[in-house]
């Protein structure tokens, strides 16, 4: 059997999207594209700070790093205290600084996995389409 397919509604051209005598068509694209962005102000985020750079002061992030920070000065005591050990092939000391490198290097890689969709949360390369209607 053939599938048949509802037919789809007609597009209704926004005001900005209105073709004008003597206009091109990359020009309609820029004004269609500007439109789209134009409704993408303080209503979506709802603080006046969207759309605002913040850069690497952001709140966010600076709160999240001084969690992991936190993290890592905990499974540093941890590390120390509960799992340094000496073995025949290893001294205690050798173990306490393995143990610091384990910890830290697990803390970085964490924090940079997160710091790096946290960030990319903060600038989405895809703004939402609100249809009216």
């Not at 209704?12 to 020009?27: E, K, Q, T």
């Not at 603080?47 to 993290?71: E, Y």
């Not at 600084?97 to 990319?120: D, I, K, P, Q, T």
Request: glycine share 10%; charged share 15%; proline share 8%.
């Amino acid at each position: 059997g053939a599938r048949h397919r509802a037919p789809r509604p007609a597009a209704r051209p926004s005001p900005a999207i209105s073709s004008a005598p003597g206009s091109s068509p990359r020009s309609l694209c820029r004004r269609a594209w500007l439109s789209d962005l134009s409704g993408l102000r303080d209503a979506d985020m709802g603080t006046s700070s969207a759309g605002v750079p913040q850069g690497f002061l952001s709140t966010g992030l600076v709160t999240g790093t001084l969690i992991f920070l936190i993290l890592g000065a905990i499974g540093t005591f941890a590390a120390l205290t509960c799992f340094a050990k000496e073995t025949p092939n290893i001294t205690k000391g050798e173990s306490r600084r393995l143990g610091l490198v384990v910890v830290w290097n697990s803390v970085f890689c964490m924090w940079l996995v997160w710091a790096c969709v946290y960030m990319h949360q903060m600038v989405p390369l895809i703004a939402p389409v609100h249809l009216i209607q």
